[in-house]
């Protein structure tokens, strides 16, 4: 239940990849008020695809989750980074679903160079792992175990808003920066995917060098 209501990105994502498998560029780019449908796929892609799976991050409430029920995961002899491994790779393959079927649709239906291909390819993984790795670490650094209703937790906890928000912040700042002072889009995605692959590898291990959850 938890994933289901947290997985709204990767559904998103799947409805606008089927959209673009069965329906005229053309007509896509009408309903959306965008004339070149392919020459802004083609540029933002990379972006749309990377924006959508950072909506879903079922990692941001997976540790409180457990609740009170908390204390087999404290108690087992499996090491930290096992367990907070096998939880964000319950967000990686959520993503993964998405993910394959979003670049399968792109590559199929439009005309792109082997620059944007390998942005398309690349850059929705950055987000993917930093979104991924934020949340289980702002969830394991802020907890709550004691909640009455799984809704608080998955919806309207710390961990869930400030990844939220962040995740929000990344995905706005290489579109603005192209927008308002003409950065070039592909350098940029670019940039923004390095630093959060940086940052999500600086996250990761230090949450993982923690000795308890």
């Not at 069965?22 to 896509?28: C, H, I, P, T």
């Not at 909506?55 to 367990?83: D, F, H």
Request: proline share 4%; aromatic share 10%; hydrophobic share 55%.
């Amino acid at each position: 239940m938890a994933v289901l209501n947290t997985g709204l990105g990767v559904v998103l994502l799947c409805l606008f990849s089927i959209f673009l498998l069965v329906m005229s560029l053309e007509k896509l780019g009408s309903y959306a008020g965008i004339d070149d449908m392919n020459g802004f796929l083609s540029q933002y892609a990379p972006i749309v695809v990377g924006a959508l799976l950072s909506l879903s991050c079922p990692a941001a409430s997976s540790i409180s989750l457990e609740g009170k029920n908390i204390w087999i995961l404290q108690s087992s002899p499996v090491s930290v980074r096992t367990i907070l491994n096998s939880k964000l790779a319950v967000n990686l393959t959520l993503h993964g679903f998405g993910y394959i079927l979003a670049i399968f649709a792109i590559i199929t239906r439009l005309k792109m160079s082997a620059l944007q291909i390998m942005s398309l390819l690349l850059v929705p993984i950055a987000y993917s792992l930093f979104t991924t790795v934020l949340g289980i670490f702002l969830n394991k650094k802020y907890p709550n175990y004691e909640w009455e209703n799984e809704m608080m937790v998955v919806k309207q906890s710390i961990p869930v808003i400030v990844s939220g928000i962040v995740n929000m912040l990344v995905v706005a700042v290489p579109v603005l920066l192209n927008w308002f002072l003409s950065f070039p889009i592909m350098p940029t995605i670019w940039v923004a995917a390095i630093i959060l692959v940086i940052s999500a590898s600086i996250l990761y291990q230090k949450m993982c060098t923690s000795k308890f959850i």
